[in-house]
């Protein structure tokens, strides 16, 4: 059975959904791996180095013919309608896939009675931690978040001794403690930084406190949702969560914001009267600028000046700015969950699996629970 990696064509996004060096897996497996020219080109993986590993390289001309005639497809990001159109029938595709923002493109993918598997909706179990792509996207992106801090911060974030005097060290808020949450607390920890943190589990106090940060505790209402994500809140308890977290803001160099909810639109979590009493100079990095913004007044992909001189970035293609290390998991990722499904060199999902019932979307023709 043939596996196809088309090219990404979504502007920004550099990952790639297979390296080389993860081929071998798919071919021991009784499975050939066809990649389109130049789709690992962002990660340093040149054509000749899939090829070397066993696969086909396939020009971008031909790329209709190729997932015409695919048995899987992987991606990165949702195949676009068109794409999906031209699958034929059985066909498999794994690709992050939202039921919110992909809707025309599942609803192609079940027109062309096409099995499409979405990487968010993968069960949080310990049998799927090794295909569980959020998280180790959410890693990626909560180191880079702490290095965009460290570069555009005007301060040292660790303590120096030096004969012209003591630097101190910058104090970092990090608003939560998931993945990208303690990665960013970890990375701003290694860099020298005096690191607090809060979020709305209290849970979390324990991890934040193992990487060296101080757990800031409102004493509010728990929000531990299902799965260990954090779940919605009222208006009532947003707002007196913003007004305890106000003073410990005012007092941070750097503030990172990395809340989500799965699903919904980022928590807004700081408003503009939160950041206008930072010093100038002071940076903030809202991860959660594509789905919504952390931060009022966030703009995905840019930096802007809000406040009293503050700079405010706003994430986008977070992961995708580390391009090599964020494929090399996420390749790990699909494989696991692509490995799977298949038997004696063919690629047959089980439904009564729970890791593959929960993540199709759509089979038969037919759209699935979650889409």
Same mark, same amino acid.
């Given at each position: 059975?043939?596996?196809?990696?088309?090219?990404?064509?979504?502007?920004?996004?550099?990952?790639?959904?297979?390296? /080389?060096?993860? %081929?071998?897996?798919?071919?021991?497996?009784?499975?050939?791996?066809?990649?389109?020219?130049?789709?690992?080109?962002?990660?340093?993986?040149?054509?000749?180095?899939?090829?070397?590993?066993?696969?086909?390289?396939? +020009?971008?001309?031909?790329?209709?013919?190729?997932?015409?005639?695919?048995?899987? %497809?992987?991606?990165?990001?949702?195949?676009?309608?068109?794409?999906?159109?031209?699958?034929?029938?059985?066909?498999?595709?794994?690709?992050?896939? +939202?039921?919110?923002?992909?809707?025309?493109?599942?609803?192609?993918?079940?027109?062309?009675?096409?099995?499409?598997?979405?990487?968010?909706?993968?069960?949080?179990?310990?049998?799927?931690?090794?295909?569980?792509?959020?998280?180790?996207?959410?890693?990626?992106?909560?180191?880079?978040?702490?290095?965009?801090?460290?570069?555009?911060?005007?301060?040292?974030? /660790?303590?120096?001794?030096?004969?012209?005097?003591?630097?101190?060290?910058?104090?970092?808020?990090?608003?939560?403690?998931?993945?990208?949450?303690?990665?960013?607390?970890?990375?701003?920890?290694?860099?020298?930084?005096?690191? +607090?943190?809060?979020?709305?589990?209290?849970?979390?106090?324990?991890?934040?406190?193992?990487?060296?940060?101080?757990? %800031?505790?409102?004493?509010?209402?728990?929000?531990?949702?299902?799965?260990?994500?954090?779940?919605?809140?009222?208006?009532?308890?947003?707002?007196?969560?913003?007004?305890?977290?106000?003073?410990? %803001?005012?007092?941070?160099?750097?503030?990172?914001?990395?809340?989500?909810?799965?699903?919904?639109?980022? /928590?807004?979590?700081?408003?503009?009267?939160?950041?206008?009493?930072?010093?100038?100079?002071?940076?903030?990095?809202?991860?959660?600028?594509?789905?919504?913004?952390?931060?009022?007044?966030?703009?995905?992909?840019?930096?802007?000046?809000?406040?009293?001189?503050?700079?405010?970035?706003?994430?986008?293609?977070?992961?995708?700015?580390?391009?090599?290390?964020?494929?090399?998991?996420?390749?790990?990722?699909?494989?696991?969950?692509?490995?799977?499904?298949?038997?004696?060199?063919?690629?047959?999902?089980?439904?009564?699996?729970?890791?593959?019932?929960?993540?199709?979307?759509?089979?038969?023709?037919?759209?699935?629970?979650?889409?």
């Amino acid at each position: 059975m043939r596996v196809v990696v088309p090219a990404e064509s979504k502007a920004g996004e550099k990952r790639v959904a297979l390296l /080389p060096d993860i %081929i071998s897996k798919l071919t021991k497996a009784g499975l050939s791996v066809s990649i389109e020219s130049g789709a690992g080109i962002h990660t340093g993986a040149s054509d000749e180095s899939y090829i070397e590993q066993g696969a086909a390289i396939f +020009s971008a001309s031909d790329q209709r013919k190729e997932l015409a005639g695919a048995d899987v %497809i992987l991606s990165v990001q949702p195949l676009s309608p068109d794409q999906a159109s031209n699958l034929k029938s059985g066909a498999i595709t794994i690709s992050f896939l +939202s039921s919110v923002s992909a809707k025309e493109s599942i609803d192609a993918l079940a027109k062309s009675g096409a099995t499409a598997f979405s990487l968010e909706a993968l069960p949080r179990i310990s049998r799927a931690q090794s295909m569980d792509a959020l998280t180790s996207q959410a890693l990626c992106a909560g180191y880079k978040a702490a290095l965009v801090a460290a570069e555009l911060s005007p301060r040292f974030f /660790p303590l120096l001794m030096t004969a012209a005097g003591t630097v101190t060290p910058a104090n970092v808020l990090v608003l939560g403690a998931g993945v990208a949450g303690l990665q960013a607390i970890a990375t701003s920890r290694r860099l020298g930084a005096v690191v +607090s943190a809060y979020d709305v589990r209290p849970s979390s106090a324990d991890e934040v406190k193992s990487m060296g940060a101080t757990f %800031i505790d409102l004493e509010l209402e728990v929000l531990e949702g299902s799965g260990g994500y954090a779940r919605e809140m009222s208006e009532e308890r947003a707002a007196k969560q913003r007004e305890l977290l106000t003073p410990y %803001i005012t007092k941070s160099h750097v503030l990172i914001t990395t809340a989500a909810v799965p699903g919904r639109a980022a /928590p807004m979590l700081v408003t503009k009267q939160m950041y206008q009493a930072m010093a100038p100079g002071s940076v903030i990095v809202d991860l959660a600028a594509e789905s919504g913004g952390n931060v009022e007044g966030s703009k995905p992909g840019e930096v802007i000046t809000v406040g009293n001189s503050v700079l405010l970035w706003g994430g986008k293609d977070v992961p995708s700015q580390l391009p090599f290390h964020s494929s090399y998991l996420l390749s790990r990722n699909m494989v696991n969950l692509l490995l799977l499904m298949v038997k004696d060199g063919a690629v047959a999902p089980d439904f009564s699996d729970e890791i593959i019932d929960a993540s199709a979307l759509t089979h038969g023709g037919n759209l699935r629970k979650g889409a």
